[in-house]
């Protein structure tokens, strides 16, 4: 979950100029995956919930979600999409208070990016006691092909529903972390605002190490939320773990 002072201004763009129309097929692979277990999975936990775009898939397909977000920007645009009884709550990994425990949790779209090594863990630790014995862990990471991708290619700048945007990122790979400069300029008007953020890119062994830490078997790595391997060239790869027992 990223800081409270990123995805502020973002927020009433980010659909529009930063995410795929991939929410969809990433439902299908998730609820495709979880027939897998003899018992239903009816609850989800959406942690770095964003603007709600998975939680409104998960929903059409049956589920009820809480979302969890640091943004209380991000939060606001998911109730607008979601609607004013949806279980939106602010809260920043690796602290994590939610009533109940789950069928499964989701961290989609790079969310857990954001986080430190140890945070990961933390927040990992974090979110399997709220998960049932047995429940889903599913979430996407940067791969290492995403990190020397990003640096051999620091700036990304289009045109997107009336606004010019410029994402210009730069890599340290000895320490495996971006630092990340989104600028929006409206072009109507010229009105431009600027966000920063920093991500860090994990090794496939401190994913796994985190994992295991927590109680959680690993159950697949695949390609972007299908079911390909992932090969030297994976940007996103998923992981899906389940609590022990």
């Given amino acids: 979950m990223s800081g409270t002072d990123a995805y502020t201004r973002l927020a009433g763009v980010y659909d529009e100029i930063v995410v795929d129309p991939c929410y969809d097929r990433w439902a299908d692979f998730l609820v495709t995956a979880w027939r897998q277990d003899d018992s239903v999975v009816r609850t989800v936990l ?5 603007t709600g775009l998975m939680a409104a898939e998960l929903e059409a397909r ?15 645009r998911a109730r607008s999409l979601l609607g004013p009884d949806a279980e939106l709550l602010q809260q920043t990994l690796p602290r994590l208070s939610v009533d109940g425990v789950f069928d499964a949790a989701v961290s989609t779209f790079d969310g857990l990016n954001y986080l430190t090594t140890d945070e990961l863990g933390e927040s990992l ?3 399997v006691q709220h998960l049932r014995p047995g429940g889903w862990l599913a ?9 020397h991708f990003t640096a051999a290619n620091p700036v990304v700048d289009g045109e997107a529903h009336g606004r010019r945007f410029t994402i210009s990122s730069e890599v ?14 409206r072009l109507n008007d010229g009105d431009t605002f600027t966000e920063h953020h920093r ?3 994990f090794t496939d062994g401190q994913v796994s190490r985190a994992l295991g830490d927590a109680g959680l078997a690993v159950v ?10 992932v090969t030297d060239s994976t940007l996103r790869a998923t992981w899906v773990a389940r609590r022990s027992g």
Avoid: K, N
């Fill in 46 to 50: 959406d942690v770095c919930c964003g």
């Fill in 62 to 76: 049956g589920c009820r979600v809480t979302g969890v977000d640091a943004s209380a920007s991000m939060l606001a």
């Fill in 125 to 127: 630790g974090a979110v």
């Fill in 139 to 147: 979430f996407d990471l940067h791969t290492e092909a995403m990190m």
């Fill in 172 to 185: 340290d790979v000895d320490d495996r972390a971006c630092d990340t400069t989104i600028v929006v300029t």
């Fill in 199 to 201: 991500q860090y890119f």
């Fill in 220 to 229: 697949g790595v695949t390609e972007e939320y299908t079911t390909e391997a």
